[in-house]
């Protein structure tokens, strides 16, 4: 391989920063240097990152080459160790399963898990199996437990996916409304943009909604530390204040929206004083906040997981475009509602149909012409594409527990640590009759419950597309071989395709080939990437989308902002206002569950750490797993820094050091998302959680349960005995339990 | 690491025992046996989950706890300890299914 650089993008945050990627001791253009490993490096030209990386990004080699699954394997049942096989052995085993679950349940038996992760070729392969040639919709991503809020929220206020903002508008704003994310820590290059803005120009304000004192609350000019749960009563809230205080943009909401006599009803009831006592804030700040909005030219707002990962998720994001609608601020530069996405091509799973009620560009699988037009393109039967939507990440666990799912595959995610209700997950993996398990790295806790692993080429070793949070699409380039026998997804996917009878619609030999067919189902939609490449990207870079066919090629990048003439993808051209009427948490604070539970990242790791948790630099910085909690929480439990605490859900417990602080506020604690079994014992967040969802998006409210807390008497002490016991006592073997009953 | 996985003991090696080990804890260990000239075994064994695998008798059976980055060498196992010897209690308890396993290992030699 060259030994010039290789332009990529991270495959971590939706940031999607470029990446150049050469091998370390090399110089430019040396070919003399034999590669020991590979050294990263800010792309400069990439429009997004502007040459910035964060320690994830900076540290991704380091991860490539370690605990790789390097060749297929599979075993009978789960008590089985797993034995290698061939490819060939591999694949007729899953197809002649997968032939079986047709041929006795049907289609709706079979179930993809994905994630964004996956680039958008492996995506569009998959979904032309699954929901195409199979005539099922069960595909869902971790999208599901990401952004599926944002999603609906932006479809039904206006009337199509796609965050209409830029990363330039970070520096434009003299407004920025940062509601339930830590971007400083979560989407750190995005962040430092804004901060640079924020820090060179006094007048620019930034309000923090957040029930944590984060670094991202830290650095901000109001902090409001609302009550868990509590957002739609503070957006309502300030709704009521820009309209009592005449912020009304009425030229923009008569020409360009729909439903504001009711929403604007609505919000009259929310006054100050109501609101600020729900919200657990004063009535001052609250008003400073709906001042400042009211007050500023360019209103942005960026949201993430705190406010999508909710039981009122799709409401909380039309509650914060309902403020921009309110006052106008959209389709302008440095205005605007922006999630934040979470994986690094989530984004373009949402264009390519990755969740099991979209169809790829920006379709649904309930509008009967979206079907059609895929049938059509795709030269399938009129009503093979199913009409109801598929399973989402949840149902696919009921599926499992009911055996009406028969098989389940799933791809470049570790369900095993991240859905909620673990518990509860694990007993109905246990129970599937086939989990295909297709992955870069081996062990990873999901492999527990697997029959057959499938070894996937990972970031580097194969090349295709990403979009990121601005809609930016990013060629990530291959700079070496897969190790092993890996292969990329869509390869496999193809192949799996090819011995169903499906190989006539997979004439693909590469990645850009299948790209290539991609782009044409995005022809008219809002998505349209009709006038992209591999070849194009290779050669003008980085591009944003809508850049349909005929899109003069750009020499510099120019930012393009959705929305800039008032006209939304609803069928009326108008905008759509929403009353958001909120309950609160699905599962409030009781007497025996007195304490709100939150989670979240850290700077340094990345979901379920099976690349960071082997990267030594960032497990010096993030060692352990840990709870805060606030100091008179603490004082009355009785604990101190350091104490070990036993967390209890209605679901399950955990266990962690304790870790004092001011930053979060009474009655609610904090643990990170990231350790599940193979790396810490008893520490898995989501042991705690809950599976209550959205009833619109089926995101469930994986920020906030409630818990107990009690400390864990001579913890310190108990675990030193268990380590000290570990090698003599917990192996087993036929000598020595000769008059015990076999496991 | 796992590439190690692949090898299995070669046919010139006639003094074979079967050996069984389970992972009674609930931690994923890593199982290797290093001490055979030429030879490594290796197999990932999560909580709960049963090996049956062929060694030489003076092979020494390496577990490893992982967790997270770190790899701890929590014993060592003289595999003649491990062995199985047919009739015993336990592995007519086993059945079947565990036979079978020992077929299938047999086979894929």
């Known amino acids: 391989m060259t030994t010039k650089p290789t332009r990529t993008m991270c495959p971590y945050c939706g940031v999607g920063c470029g990446l150049e990627v050469m091998p370390s001791g090399a110089k430019e253009n040396d070919m003399a240097q034999l590669p020991l490993g590979w050294k990263v490096r800010g792309d400069r030209a990439h429009p997004s990152s502007q040459g910035m990386v964060c320690v994830k990004g900076a540290t991704v080699a380091e991860a490539i080459d370690k605990n790789r699954l390097l060749a297929p394997m599979v075993r009978d049942s789960l008590d089985e160790p797993f034995q290698p096989v061939s490819w060939e052995a591999a694949l007729t085993r899953l197809t002649t399963h997968l032939q079986h679950v047709l041929a006795t349940q049907g289609a709706d038996a079979i179930c993809m898990y994905g994630s964004g992760q996956m680039q958008t070729e492996d995506y569009y392969v998959a979904q032309k199996l699954l ?43 003299d407004c920025a409304f940062i509601i339930g994310a830590n971007a400083a820590e979560c989407h750190p290059i995005a962040y430092n943009r804004l901060q640079k803005h924020h820090k060179k120009n006094p007048h620019v304000k930034t309000v923090v909604v957040d029930p944590r004192r984060t670094q991202t609350a830290e650095d901000a000019d109001l902090h409001l530390a609302i009550r868990p749960g509590s957002d739609i009563f ?15 943009d009425q030229a923009f909401v008569e020409a360009h929206t729909t439903d504001f006599a009711p929403f604007a009803a609505h919000v009259a009831a929310f006054t100050p004083e109501v609101v600020a006592k729900c919200c657990g804030i004063a009535v001052a700040d609250l008003e400073l906040a709906a001042r400042w909005w009211g007050e500023a030219q360019r209103v942005l707002s960026l949201w993430s997981m705190g406010v999508n990962q909710s ?20 389709g302008k530069p440095g205005c605007g509602p922006f999630s934040l996405t979470g994986q690094p091509n989530a984004m ?30 795709w030269g399938l039967p009129p009503g093979r594409v199913a009409a109801e939507i598929g399973r989402t990440a949840w149902q696919i666990v009921e599926g499992l527990e009911t055996g009406a799912v028969g098989a389940l595959w799933v791809v470049a995610t570790n369900p095993a640590v991240s859905l909620p209700n673990l518990e509860r997950v694990k007993a109905a993996l246990a129970r599937s009759p086939l989990t295909v398990c297709q992955d870069a790295y081996y062990p990873t806790e999901t492999a ?11 970031w580097g070793e194969k090349t295709g597309t990403m979009t990121n949070s601005e809609r930016v699409v990013t060629l990530c380039q291959a700079f070496r071989e897969p190790p092993g026998e890996a292969r990329p997804d869509w390869e496999i996917f193809v192949d799996v395709a090819r011995r169903l009878g499906f190989g006539s619609f997979f004439p693909f030999t590469t990645a850009a080939e299948v790209y290539a067919e991609y782009v044409q189902v995005t022809r008219d939609r809002p998505c349209d990437v009709t006038g992209l490449s591999h070849d194009y990207l290779r050669q003008h870079g980085p591009t944003q989308w809508p850049h349909p066919e005929g899109s003069p090629p750009s020499t510099s990048f120019t930012p393009k902002r959705l929305y800039t003439d008032g006209q939304f993808n609803t069928p009326d051209g108008r905008a759509n206002f929403a009353v958001c009427a909120s309950v609160g948490l699905a599962e409030p604070c009781t007497e025996d569950y007195p304490f709100i539970l939150t989670n979240g990242r850290l700077y ?22 840990f709870i805060e909690l606030n100091q008179a929480d603490a004082a009355q439990l009785g604990v101190e820094e350091g104490d070990w605490v036993e967390v209890r859900s209605r679901r399950g417990q955990a266990r962690f050091p304790v870790v004092l602080t001011r930053q979060i506020a009474p009655g609610t604690a904090f643990v990170p998302m990231h350790w599940g079994a193979l790396w810490a014992e008893q520490a898995e967040a989501n042991a705690l959680t ?31 005995v268990a380590a000290r016991e570990k090698p003599a006592s917990r192996y087993s073997n036929p000598s020595v339990v000769a008059s015990q009953p076999a496991p | 690491m796992v590439a190690a996985m ?51 008798p003076d092979a020494l059976l390496e577990i490893h706890g992982l967790s997270g980055l770190h790899e701890t060498l929590l014993t060592q196992i003289p595999c003649l300890q491990l062995q199985v010897h047919e009739g015993q209690p336990w592995q007519r308890e086993l059945g079947r299914q565990s036979e079978a396993l020992i077929r299938t290992d047999w086979i894929e030699e």
């Not at chain 1, 949402?350 to 393109?377: D, I, S, T």
């Open chain 1, 448 to 458: 527990q419950y697997a029959h057959i692993l499938l070894p996937a080429a990972q």
């Open chain 1, 131 to 173: 929901k195409g040639c199979l005539g099922t919709n069960n595909f869902d991503s971790n999208s599901r437990l990401c952004m599926s809020s944002a999603v609906a929220g932006y479809m039904r206020s206006l009337g199509s996916d796609g965050p209409p903002c830029c990363y330039e508008d970070l520096e434009l704003t």
């Open chain 1, 604 to 625: 340094g790791h990345w979901h379920t750490q099976t690349r960071t948790g082997r990267i030594p630099k960032i497990q010096q910085m993030h060692p352990a797993p």
């Open chain 1, 311 to 330: 039981s009122e998720g799709t409401l909380k994001v039309r509650a914060i475009i309902n403020l921009h609608l309110l006052t106008g601020q959209i």
């Open chain 1, 348 to 377: 373009g799973g949402r264009e390519v149909g990755g969740l099991c009620n979209l169809l790829p560009g920006y379709r649904h699988v309930k509008v009967p012409e979206h079907r059609a037009a895929m049938e059509q393109f």
């Open chain 2, 6 to 56: 692949f090898s299995q003991l070669p046919p010139n090696f006639p003094d074979r025992i079967l050996c069984y080990y389970i992972n009674s804890t609930t931690q994923t260990q890593r199982a290797c046996i290093t001490s055979i000239p030429n030879w490594v075994f290796e197999r990932i064994v999560f909580p709960h989950q049963r090996l049956l695998f062929e060694a030489l």
């Open chain 1, 690 to 720: 809950h599976p209550l969802s959205c009833p619109t998006s089926n995101q469930p409210e994986l920020k906030a349960c409630a818990v107990q807390i009690e400390p864990l008497a001579n913890a310190s002490a108990l675990l030193e």
């Open chain 1, 234 to 248: 503070l957006l309502n809230g300030m709704a009521h204040l820009l309209l009592r205080w005449g912020y009304l």
